[in-house]
């Protein structure tokens, strides 16, 4: 699985776009981009994933560059509750494990 | 709720003694993970069953412990002679697996486990 780097943290104020980086250089080209997020004391939770194309659905959109080494999560307008712990993951899709990082934690702020 | 559940929410055992976690998955579900999390770190992948063949296992996942999916439902994971080193959230989650094209992981809420 290729490898993801991401900021340790970020801040973001309540009812702003909260723009999430990760880079993935090596990624192969049958790497999906998977997002996840945990929320204090609770199991990872997932949020959206894609190969090539943008994508869009309840919770975020996902836009990944053209050469495919980066991706940004954004969510449109946080709120506190979107306070977590954000791991981005590259892997083939029907891989059996996922390789988390340690994430960027996001602080949503009032 | 994702769906995937685990029990007990939370273990408390002294250094020795065996224990033995749940995880039910969504029942559509043919593919079955195990992880470990540790405070501040990522999960990290533990192994993998589809329906009921183990078909990886990591190398973090030593002789004492061991992971069952008889009927390819439920799993359990047990470890044996736990140490304080073991302890760490246990988290379980479910895909649909090979051949599908999306096959995003659902996690539990985990397993708290304290090794005294």
């Known amino acids: 699985d290729a490898k993801t780097t991401q900021p340790p943290s970020m801040d973001c104020a309540e009812g702003r776009a909260a723009n999430l980086p990760c880079n993935h250089s090596t990624i192969s080209g049958n790497e999906y981009v998977y997002w996840y997020r945990q929320i204090h004391s609770q199991g990872p939770q997932y949020i959206i994933h894609?190969?090539?194309n943008n994508e869009t659905n309840e919770m975020a959109s996902l836009i990944i560059t053209e050469d495919r080494k980066s991706s940004t999560l954004i969510l449109p307008h946080a709120t506190l509750r979107d306070t977590a712990v954000y791991y981005c993951i590259v892997r083939v899709a029907d891989a059996g494990k996922s390789t988390f990082g340690d994430g960027t934690t996001l602080t949503v702020k009032p | 709720d994702t769906g995937v559940s685990q029990d007990p929410r939370h273990k408390i055992t002294k250094r020795g003694q065996n224990v033995t976690f749940r995880c039910d998955p969504i029942?559509?579900?043919?593919?079955l993970y195990w992880y470990r999390q540790t405070l501040g770190q990522g999960p990290e992948f533990l192994t993998y069953f589809q329906n009921e063949a183990q078909l990886e296992k990591s190398r973090l996942l030593s002789d004492r412990f061991s992971a069952e999916r008889p009927k390819g439902s439920f799993s359990t994971l047990e470890i044996q002679r736990t140490e304080q080193g073991d302890s760490a959230m246990y988290l379980c989650a479910s895909s649909h697996g090979q051949g599908k094209p999306n096959n995003e992981q659902f996690f539990g809420p985990g397993t708290r486990l304290t090794v005294l």
């Open positions: 029942s559509e579900h043919n593919r």
């Open positions: 894609g190969l090539k």
